[in-house]
């Protein structure tokens, strides 16, 4: 599976068993987190194409941003291949 990452234009593949946020990480590509469990929302982004699946239960979206297409990348698997917009990414790796 991959994830694209717009507008940085940053792309990753995601392991099986892996979040988002584990698999940018593996590939030296930043996001905003912090508490890594689905609850503060620093993580919060768009998933603009693809499905994911969350680790807990009922993470910190609403209802509403669900639709919207909202997602916390610390606690969502891809279902298969996505793109993500997160003005905030960086890439660590020069």
């Known amino acids: 599976m ?3 990452i717009a507008p940085g234009g940053f792309s990753f593949d995601c392991g099986p068993g ?3 946020l584990q698999a940018a ?3 030296g590509i930043e ?8 609850t503060c929302r620093t993580c919060l982004c768009r998933l603009v194409e ?4 969350y680790r807990i239960e009922w993470p910190g ?4 941003e669900k639709v919207e297409g909202w997602i ?3 606690v969502a698997e891809p279902m298969g291949d996505v793109r993500l917009e997160v003005p905030y990414a960086v890439s660590l790796i020069s």
């Open 2 to 4: 991959k994830a694209d």
């Open 18 to 20: 892996l979040t988002l």
């Open 25 to 27: 990480d593996a590939a």
């Open 31 to 38: 996001l905003p987190s912090s508490c890594r469990n689905g």
């Open 50 to 53: 693809g499905s994911v699946r």
């Open 61 to 64: 979206v609403s209802a509403d």
């Open 72 to 74: 916390l990348p610390c």
